[in-house]
């Protein structure tokens, strides 16, 4: 079955620790895109990459990581560098493209992120 | 900067009444609009795409305009059913591999 993929489901971690939340597709889709789910708040936009070893920053980049090496995979390092880490993150991807046209988006079940 | 809203926040009724759920966006340079639905802790399922060239799509019971004029959308549900309660979210997309912008979302409960 063709889909996303993230793994931890839930992931708990001390605060100043970096973690690393996965991702995987195999719907060979081009674009990837991180998100950031907080309660009473709408997704908000973290990074996205249109290409292998190109990605760009969204919304709220700043203390967070990413690499896309391979085009299938596009990990999220949080960093202790990230005043609020705590939320629900979620993974998506779609076609992508370089034209203009905008393609749907598909989403991962999410791993929720508990830092204390 | 781009901002989709959504009202109500918050929506309950008796199951089998048909329903509107709005979505409003500033940006008029709209390439799409996405609706998905959300279930507790899940990830988001995609129930309709709008491209801008395009004014509604129908999926079974769910239908959901784009009216660029006005900067709307909305999401018709027909004969609801308990199991269409979940979130539902809008979003607006504005080209390329861009990113989405996402609406808050409304919450709705349909009644047994």
């Known amino acids: 079955d063709g889909g996303i993929t993230q793994s931890p489901k839930y992931l708990f971690r001390k605060e100043g620790q970096n973690v690393t939340l996965s991702c995987e597709q195999n719907?060979?889709?081009?674009?990837m895109y991180w998100y950031r789910q907080d309660p009473g708040q709408g997704l908000r936009l973290i990074y996205y990459?249109?290409?292998?070893?190109?990605?760009q920053k969204g919304d709220i980049a700043e203390g967070y990581s990413v690499s896309r090496e391979k085009k299938e995979s596009f990990p999220l390092t949080v960093t202790s560098a990230q005043k609020n880490p705590t939320a629900f993150y979620l993974c998506?991807?779609?076609?992508?493209?370089?034209?203009?046209?905008?393609?749907?988006?598909?989403f991962g079940p999410g791993t929720r992120l508990t830092v204390t | 900067k781009q901002e989709v809203t959504q009202i109500p926040a918050a929506l309950s009724v008796p199951e089998g009444e048909n329903l509107v759920l709005n979505c409003s966006f500033t940006?008029?340079?709209?390439?799409?609009l996405q609706w998905f639905r959300q279930d507790p802790g899940k990830g988001l399922t995609s129930l309709l795409l709008?491209?801008?060239?395009?004014r509604e799509q129908t999926s079974g019971r769910l239908n959901a305009s784009l009216d660029k004029s006005s900067g709307r959308s909305t999401l018709y549900i027909a004969a609801s059913q308990p199991g269409d309660s979940a979130t539902y979210l809008c979003?607006?997309?504005?080209?390329?591999?861009?990113?989405?912008?996402f609406g808050k979302g409304t919450h709705l409960i349909i009644q047994p």
């Open positions: 998506a991807s779609s076609i992508g493209g370089l034209a203009g046209d905008a393609y749907e988006q598909y």
């Open positions: 719907l060979n889709h081009d674009a």
């Open positions: 990459s249109q290409i292998v070893n190109d990605f």
């Open positions: 940006d008029s340079a709209i390439y799409n």
């Open positions: 709008i491209q801008s060239s395009q």
């Open positions: 979003a607006q997309g504005g080209g390329g591999a861009d990113g989405l912008t």
